[in-house]
């Protein structure tokens, strides 16, 4: 399975967090309201984000999981989703599976659930660089809280600027 690898010295940049980090105290259903007022799409990646969003009554319309949390095994988030897309992607890359995956998530039933074989963090980058600006990205930030990302053109050119640097062409 042919892999497009994120380089060493890109792993530093993505650790810190790309939109609002609103911290895990904080975390309450009138700031993640706010965070999605007129937003077009809402998109979770990860399966605690999910979870959290679904407790405050939150559904994303795409939801991007793996089973695993902290790099251990977990329960799926209970979510009702209406499409379910599985796709592989090792660890620290993007496969041309996943790209697909990604884009056809778009084109169904929603709500739909990405589940991945592997790890689904990177998942974020292609989704910034496919979907409709207007759209808010939501991913965990280890320890620390929920990061929403409200996708605008610059943000798509950081993305595409990044899969560019590990050879992904959209």
Known sequence: M?????????????????????????????????????CTLKVAV???????????????????VDGREMRESRELPKSKYSTEIRTANPSGCLT????QA???????EMPVRILVDGEEDLLVLPILALYPVGTVVVY???RSG????????????????????MGVVL
Do not use: C, W
Not at 7 to 35: A, T, Y
Not at 96 to 99: C, I, K, P, V
Not at 102 to 108: D, E, P, T, Y
């Open 2 to 38: 042919p892999a497009y690898i994120l380089p060493d010295h890109m792993r530093q940049r993505l650790k810190s967090p790309f939109g609002r980090l609103i911290k895990n105290p904080e975390v309450n259903k009138e700031k993640i309201g706010r965070e999605f007022e007129s």
């Open 102 to 108: 990604v884009s056809a998530a778009l084109n169904s």
């Open 46 to 64: 990860g399966d605690a984000t999910t979870e959290t969003l679904l407790s405050l009554g939150f559904t994303p319309d795409i939801e991007v």
């Open 146 to 165: 929920l990061v929403f990302l409200h996708l605008d053109e610059e943000v798509r050119k950081s993305a595409l600027s990044i899969l560019q640097e």
């Open 140 to 142: 965990g930030q280890p």
């Open 96 to 99: 041309d599976e996943t790209l």
